[in-house]
């Protein structure tokens, strides 16, 4: 006899992201305790809450880099002791996500998210009376074990809350992690550099907050954990062999290696691109700097959506291999058109990556938080290094030569073409 399904299993029963419409949901009244409606605004509330949570996060996390000349100036470090904190701090905060989502996958822990962030908070107070070199070490460890805790689970949960709207869901929980990133260092500068170390600690605060909303989280997750079994149980495979599924990974670890190293030629060098290039005064860099952020943040919320409706492999078609003849354009364009041309490379190669996180979950189903963890933790790892080995090139022959190079990098986006198409293998099932 088959057994009738709760709301939130229905929602969460569809194959590749589209939720079971053929099943009518049950009346408000006959869900189960703790269960969520069929009404998306819990949904919504939950999806929320781990976008500001991770607003909250890489806010905290993004405000390390910013004091990097306060703590150079204080512990008389060398440059290569400051690449120290950063290996740490990526060591613990991109090396560990994929282990973490792993574990997991195969052993649900609802409230490892607020315990993983209560490391963040002692890393902070850490960081604010660290006395020497170690310590700051220790303080910058601590701070990337809380980040690599955060983004498998909290991903897991924003998949879990997203109703079978995949893309939607991720797009909402990254434009939270791209806001706090820009805020961390606008923070640093206005609170920690006019007051020294010791005002590290009034970011604890932020850590405080994230605590309180991810315990809620975490108690709604736990409710939903037989929702999300179920759902384990009943998903169906997309037919692919193991190779096939490898190599769509690899292609996909490749794209997002071609779409984060461009962008750290942005993030990292855009202001002095447009001072060395066209002699702008450094506020007005800045500005343009801000555009093009604003720019990916739009990119980041809408191309989730866009996926859900036309498909994952359309999105990134146009988002990488789509977005090559704006960069190659850009070395050679005059100020007003440099401006225009930074807004659509921000706003159409940004909305890739929740496209690629949902469309890798979907190539592993059931391994939601190494899938997610793996990433992530690739994101940062290629924007940390790209952005290095960048300056490097830039030291030896010139930043615009610089952008000249990295131009090329969106074509690499024509390997989308061995990708599958999951909504073919999906209406063939």
């Given at each position: 006899?088959?057994?009738?399904q709760?709301?939130?299993?229905?929602?969460?029963?569809?194959?590749?992201?589209?939720p079971?419409?053929?099943?009518?949901?049950?009346p408000?009244?006959?869900?189960?305790?703790?269960?969520?409606?069929?009404?998306?605004?819990?949904?919504?509330?939950?999806?929320?809450?781990?976008?500001?949570?991770?607003?909250?996060?890489?806010?905290?996390?993004?405000?390390?880099p910013?004091?990097?000349?306060?703590?150079k100036?204080?512990?008389?470090?060398?440059f290569?002791?400051?690449?120290m904190?950063?290996?740490?701090?990526?060591?613990?905060?991109s090396?560990?996500?994929?282990?973490?989502?792993?574990?997991?996958?195969?052993h649900?822990?609802?409230?490892?998210?607020?315990?993983?962030?209560?490391?963040?908070?002692?890393?902070?107070?850490?960081?604010?009376?660290?006395?020497?070199?170690?310590?700051l070490?220790?303080?910058?460890?601590?701070?990337?074990?809380g980040?690599?805790?955060?983004h498998?689970?909290?991903?897991?949960?924003?998949r879990?809350?997203?109703?079978?709207?995949?893309?939607?869901?991720?797009?909402?929980?990254?434009?939270?992690?791209?806001?706090?990133?820009a805020?961390g260092p606008?923070?640093?500068?206005?609170?920690?550099?006019?007051?020294?170390q010791?005002?590290?600690?009034?970011?604890?605060?932020?850590?405080?907050i994230?605590?309180?909303?991810?315990?809620?989280?975490?108690r709604?997750?736990?409710?939903?954990?037989?929702?999300?079994q179920a759902?384990?149980?009943?998903s169906?495979?997309h037919?692919?062999t193991?190779?096939?599924?490898?190599?769509?990974?690899?292609?996909?670890?490749?794209?997002v290696?071609s779409?984060?190293?461009?962008?750290?030629?942005?993030?990292?060098?855009?202001?002095f691109?447009l001072?060395?290039?066209?002699?702008?005064?450094?506020?007005?860099?800045?500005l343009?700097?801000f555009?093009?952020?604003?720019?990916?943040a739009?990119?980041?919320?809408?191309?989730?959506?866009?996926?859900?409706?036309?498909?994952?492999?359309?999105?990134?078609?146009?988002s990488i291999?789509?977005?090559?003849?704006?960069?190659?354009?850009?070395?050679?364009?005059?100020?007003?058109?440099t401006?225009?041309?930074?807004?659509?490379?921000?706003?159409?190669?940004?909305?890739?990556?929740?496209?690629?996180?949902?469309?890798?979950?979907?190539?592993?189903?059931?391994?939601v938080?190494?899938?997610?963890?793996v990433?992530?933790?690739?994101?940062?790892g290629?924007?940390?290094?790209?952005?290095?080995l960048l300056g490097?090139?830039?030291?030896?022959?010139?930043?615009?030569?610089?952008?000249k190079v990295c131009?090329?990098?969106?074509?690499?986006?024509?390997?989308?073409?061995?990708?599958?198409?999951?909504?073919?293998?999906?209406?063939?099932?």
């Amino acid at each position: 006899m088959p057994i009738q399904q709760t709301a939130p299993e229905r929602a969460l029963a569809g194959h590749n992201g589209a939720p079971d419409t053929a099943a009518a949901p049950l009346p408000p009244a006959t869900a189960a305790p703790g269960q969520l409606p069929h009404q998306t605004g819990t949904v919504l509330s939950m999806i929320g809450a781990v976008s500001v949570s991770h607003l909250l996060n890489d806010l905290i996390q993004s405000t390390l880099p910013a004091i990097y000349p306060m703590l150079k100036s204080q512990f008389a470090l060398s440059f290569g002791q400051v690449g120290m904190i950063t290996a740490m701090f990526q060591l613990t905060a991109s090396l560990l996500q994929p282990w973490v989502g792993l574990y997991t996958d195969r052993h649900p822990k609802p409230y490892l998210l607020p315990i993983g962030t209560i490391a963040t908070l002692v890393g902070l107070l850490a960081l604010s009376i660290a006395p020497s070199f170690p310590m700051l070490l220790a303080a910058a460890a601590l701070i990337g074990i809380g980040s690599s805790t955060f983004h498998p689970e909290a991903s897991r949960v924003a998949r879990l809350a997203s109703g079978g709207r995949y893309g939607l869901a991720q797009s909402l929980f990254q434009v939270g992690g791209n806001a706090g990133s820009a805020l961390g260092p606008a923070l640093a500068a206005a609170i920690i550099m006019p007051r020294g170390q010791g005002s590290i600690a009034w970011f604890a605060v932020f850590a405080v907050i994230a605590i309180a909303i991810l315990t809620r989280v975490s108690r709604w997750y736990q409710n939903h954990l037989q929702a999300l079994q179920a759902k384990k149980a009943r998903s169906a495979g997309h037919g692919l062999t193991r190779r096939q599924v490898a190599a769509a990974l690899i292609v996909l670890g490749v794209l997002v290696f071609s779409k984060y190293f461009y962008m750290a030629s942005l993030t990292s060098y855009y202001t002095f691109y447009l001072i060395s290039r066209f002699g702008l005064s450094v506020q007005s860099a800045q500005l343009h700097l801000f555009l093009f952020l604003a720019a990916v943040a739009v990119g980041t919320l809408v191309g989730g959506p866009i996926g859900d409706r036309i498909g994952r492999k359309y999105v990134i078609w146009v988002s990488i291999l789509g977005v090559a003849p704006f960069t190659l354009a850009l070395p050679y364009a005059n100020l007003f058109w440099t401006g225009v041309l930074s807004v659509v490379i921000g706003l159409v190669l940004a909305s890739a990556f929740s496209a690629i996180v949902v469309f890798a979950q979907e190539l592993v189903p059931g391994r939601v938080g190494m899938v997610a963890g793996v990433f992530f933790g690739l994101m940062f790892g290629i924007s940390g290094i790209g952005a290095a080995l960048l300056g490097h090139l830039a030291d030896t022959t010139s930043i615009a030569f610089v952008y000249k190079v990295c131009s090329f990098l969106p074509l690499i986006g024509v390997l989308t073409v061995l990708l599958p198409n999951m909504e073919k293998l999906s209406k063939g099932r």
